[in-house]
């Protein structure tokens, strides 16, 4: 078969960097609450893809460093930096800070996010306002900080195909209700159209804007749902595929979404979740 003829009009086909060349080599990413749980999973992952990297944490600091130096040791170019999310002056010097030191940013993924849950007649403003300011917040300041760097920036086509990288790390909850967690339910969806809202907006200038949905990933966050036998059969009923999923699962996940061999992925919610989104009490009802 002829190869198909080439258009005047058409851009050049997309080349992504081939994996030997090291997915990511040569981005900077900053990654927020990544101290510990699935922010630190995606760290080491954008690492080992070749990526700079920065550990954004606001407490765990002894974990952060020692993640850094983990990573450093490993030949990466690595550094914690101490910031609240939620924090509008905090946010603008943790990116002051990272564009000093690194450069740019080319990655941002916003982990940083926190569950403060109550019956929700006994919800106080505090928990509410608490989890909608990092959770929700928090991704918006840090998303606009990358959005003004990508766009004075532009594409480096030595680096990637795109000006820019933002995952919003959401939740299975930005779609599947949560009673008893009506703040957290709450801040996910706020992610979601927040991501798709900027994703629109975005696109002209390269800039990609894209969400992960982790459903049950074994981290400290959700320990009671599996840290006893009971539990875990209990939380075997909301996954058909019948195991929990690991903090690497959500790195890869990030790596291959932030990489340019997803260059046409855009305004996305990738579920990563066992299938906790099908329904699963119709595995055997309705
Ligand atoms: C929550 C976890 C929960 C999972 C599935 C996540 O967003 O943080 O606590 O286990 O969703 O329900």
């Not at 080349?15 to 090291?22: D, E, G, I, S, Y």
């Not at 070749?50 to 974990?63: C, F, L, P, T």
């Not at 505090?126 to 991704?139: D, K, M, P």
Request: hydrophobic share 45%; charged share 20%; glycine share 10%.
């Amino acid at each position: 078969m002829n190869a198909p003829a080439r258009y005047a009009h058409l851009p050049e086909p997309v080349m992504p960097r081939c994996p030997a060349q090291k997915l990511l080599g040569g981005q900077k990413a900053l990654v927020t609450g990544a101290s510990s749980g699935i922010g630190r999973a995606i760290a080491m992952s954008l690492a080992d893809a070749g990526a700079d990297v920065v550990i954004n944490y606001v407490s765990g600091e002894d974990k952060a460093q020692a993640l850094a130096q983990e990573l450093r040791e490993k030949g990466t170019r690595a550094m914690a930096i101490r910031a609240d999310v939620s924090d509008e002056r905090q946010v603008s010097s943790m990116f002051s800070t990272m564009i000093a030191e690194f450069g740019t940013v080319d990655i941002l993924v916003n982990n940083a996010g926190l569950q403060q849950d109550a019956p929700f007649h006994e919800l106080t403003l505090a928990q509410w306002n608490r989890v909608l300011g990092v959770n929700l917040t928090g991704q918006f300041l840090c998303a606009r900080e990358a959005v003004r760097e990508f766009r004075r920036r532009g594409v480096n086509p030595e680096v990637s195909c795109s000006a820019g990288k933002i995952l919003c790390i959401s939740s299975v909850h930005e779609v599947i209700p949560w009673a008893g967690h009506v703040n957290y339910a709450a801040s996910k969806g706020g992610v979601m159209l927040m991501m798709k809202s900027l994703a629109q907006e975005v696109a002209p200038y390269r800039i990609r804007v894209n969400s992960i949905c982790p459903g049950a990933i074994r981290t400290p966050i959700n320990m009671e749902a599996w840290d006893t036998p009971a539990a875990y059969q209990e939380l075997m009923k909301l996954i058909p595929y019948k195991r929990i999923g690991e903090a690497e699962e959500i790195g890869r996940a990030a790596t291959w979404l932030a990489s340019d061999y997803a260059d046409y992925v855009h305004g996305i919610s990738l579920f990563v979740d066992g299938g906790m989104t099908l329904y699963p009490g119709f595995e055997t009802g309705g």
